[in-house]
Structure formats: structure tokens, C-alpha cells
């Protein structure tokens, strides 16, 4: 991963909103102490402002869902976990630290156990996956990852991607990887799957993935958030191509999370797949779901086992 064009245009909305926040304050302060604060503060976290509108969208149109409601202090909770995991991830890892801890090459012989393969989202890069590379690589367990780009392209222009990505990752083991998905990336990891079904996985992992879309999809304007509308054609085709390649026990092989506090992939259960190995975590939102301690331990259970997952694609 030599460039992120994502990493560069984060790193510049940084720099330019703490370069704002500092001028609108040594402006205002001789004239007026409170709108020079308010001013910087907005600046530097007006994003809170739109999630705290998501979470309010996202707990009105979930009230038909059958998953469980989120209570208003739930909503509150999972308002303020989003908050802070959002300036972690888009304000300092993928930014400035995207290309740390690079892909392992690992020679076969040295792991026992089976790669993974981390796909990312919407407007996210290899940075978002930080912790979980951290967690690997002390268990001394290889992983590949992708850059998804051009940020706001067609997802099926992302699949050349991800099939290298899936190879490298089976080349430092020689057995079939494990794909980590988040939202976005799990269609991405099905439209590959669906385009390669020959090329075996030991399973896929889904973390707050549109499945069958997310409402927040019929404002887009950007070729991959079309094709994330709940009904969508995209989504309806490749629903019709999983079923013809896998006819019975479709998406058997997937363990998808979801939760009531999500307030990017909603209603809730847009998230689960009929026939998955479908967990809900209440009252966790969208980024922080990625990396809950029961998310993170049980997904990697499935690399623990150290066993050939009957849900493992087999090549045909």
C-alpha cells in the first residue's frame, strides 16, 4: 500500500479544521470569549452535530425493525461512543497512521494458523483496521488489507482489489484466509465471492454491513452509496447471483453483527443475512462495533479453532 488518496484528503480536513478553529478564536476572543469557543468547538466537532441527527433518524426508523429498541439512554450511549471512536479513526489512524503496520510476508511454515483478510468501509482506508492488525500480529498471525479506491467509486471497480488481497493472504499460509469485513466491505467481499466463487474462504465476517442496504442509502449521490439502497438493484442482483452459485445454506458460511445503535447501517437488521450466524450487540453504533471486545474475540474464535470450518468454501 504505497498511497491513499483517503489519507491525504483526511490529513488536509484536519489541518484545516484546527488551522480554522485557531484563527476563528484569536479573532473573536477580543470581541466576544463565548463565540470565539463555540466557534472553535463547532469546527473541530461539528460532527457530533450529524451523528447525534443520524442516532435520532436512525432510532425513528428502526421502530418497525424487529431487532429490539434502543432506549433513549441507549441512544445517548451509543451517541457518545461514536463521538469518540470517530475522532480516533478519522481524525488520527487513517489519516496519519494508515500505513502502519504494514501486511505481514510471512513465509508458509511460520503460522499455524490461517490469514485474514481485512476490508474496510465507506470512506475508510487500512487505517480503520489498526487494532486488529496490533491484536494479530502479537499472535503472530499474518493478515493482508485493502485500500478501497477511488473512495467513491462502483464497488464491483474494488474487486480486482480484493481478489489480490484474498491471493497474498492464502500465499502466506497456504490455506484458505478468514475476510473481516465492515460495512461497506462486506458487499465488496460478496460481489468478489459471487465473481470467484472457485477461490475458497474459511468465512466471512461481517461487521455492520448493508445486506440488503441502509435507509441513510436513498440521499446518496456516489456511485457505492447508490448501490447500498435498501431495494436497490445492485443488492437484488447479487442476492440472484449468491443463490444460483450456492442454491441451499447461501450464506451458512457468514458470521454478520449488528446492533440497535447503529445509526449508519439501519434499520438494524439490514445488517444480518438470512441463514447467517447473525449476533446482535445492543446500543453499539456503527465504527465502535468494529472493535467490541465480544466482535473481536469471537470473530477471531473462528481462527483459534485451528480446524477446517464447515462452512468453508471449497473450490468447485
Known amino acids: 500500500m504505497r498511497h491513499s488518496a483517503l489519507a491525504r484528503l483526511q490529513q488536509a480536513m484536519v489541518l484545516a479544521a484546527l488551522v480554522f478553529a485557531m484563527v ?13 469557543l463555540v466557534g472553535a468547538a463547532l469546527a473541530l466537532g461539528g460532527y457530533a452535530v450529524v451523528l447525534a441527527f443520524e442516532g435520532v433518524m436512525s432510532t425513528w426508523v428502526n421502530r418497525g425493525d424487529p431487532t429490539p429498541r434502543l432506549s433513549f439512554g441507549g441512544a445517548v450511549g451509543a451517541w457518545w461512543q461514536e463521538v469518540r471512536m470517530g475522532l480516533k479513526v478519522f481524525a488520527w489512524r487513517q489519516p496519519f497512521r494508515w500505513a502502519n503496520l504494514p ?3 510471512v513465509r508458509p511454515a511460520t503460522s499455524a494458523s490461517p490469514a485474514v483478510v481485512f476490508v474496510h468501509g465507506f470512506v475508510c482506508n487500512r487505517g480503520f483496521w489498526l487494532p486488529w492488525m496490533r491484536r494479530l500480529r502479537a499472535q503472530g ?3 493482508t488489507s485493502v485500500n478501497l479506491e477511488p473512495v467513491f467509486g462502483d464497488i464491483d471497480d474494488y474487486l480486482p482489489l480484493m481478489s489480490d488481497a484474498v491471493r497474498r493472504a492464502h500465499a502466506l499460509t497456504g490455506r484458505p484466509p478468514l475476510l473481516v469485513c465492515h460495512s461497506m466491505g462486506g ?3 460478496r460481489a468478489w465471492a ?3 466463487p472457485e477461490v475458497p474462504v474459511l468465512g466471512m465476517v461481517t461487521i455492520g454491513s448493508p445486506h440488503r442496504g441502509t435507509w441513510l442509502g436513498r440521499f446518496s449521490r456516489v456511485a457505492n452509496g447508490r448501490q447500498m439502497r435498501v431495494g436497490g438493484d445492485w443488492l437484488g442482483a447479487l442476492f440472484a447471483r449468491e443463490a444460483q452459485i450456492r442454491p441451499t445454506q447461501t450464506y451458512g458460511h457468514f458470521l454478520c453483527w449488528y446492533s ?3 445509526s449508519i447501517v439501519f434499520p438494524a437488521s439490514t445488517a444480518t443475512l438470512p441463514g447467517a450466524d447473525n449476533r446482535h450487540v445492543p446500543g453499539v453504533p456503527h465504527v465502535a462495533l468494529a472493535f467490541h471486545p465480544r466482535v473481536m474475540d469471537e470473530s477471531l474464535a473462528v481462527l483459534a479453532s485451528g480446524v477446517r470450518s464447515p462452512s ?4 468447485s
Open 24 to 36: 476563528w478564536a484569536v479573532v473573536w476572543w477580543s470581541r466576544s470569549p463565548l463565540v470565539a
Open 141 to 143: 498471525i499474518p493478515y
Open 103 to 105: 501486511d505481514d510476508v
Open 187 to 189: 458487499l465488496v467481499a
Open 260 to 262: 440497535n445503535g447503529d
Open 312 to 315: 468453508e468454501r471449497t473450490a
Open 194 to 196: 459471487a465473481m470467484e
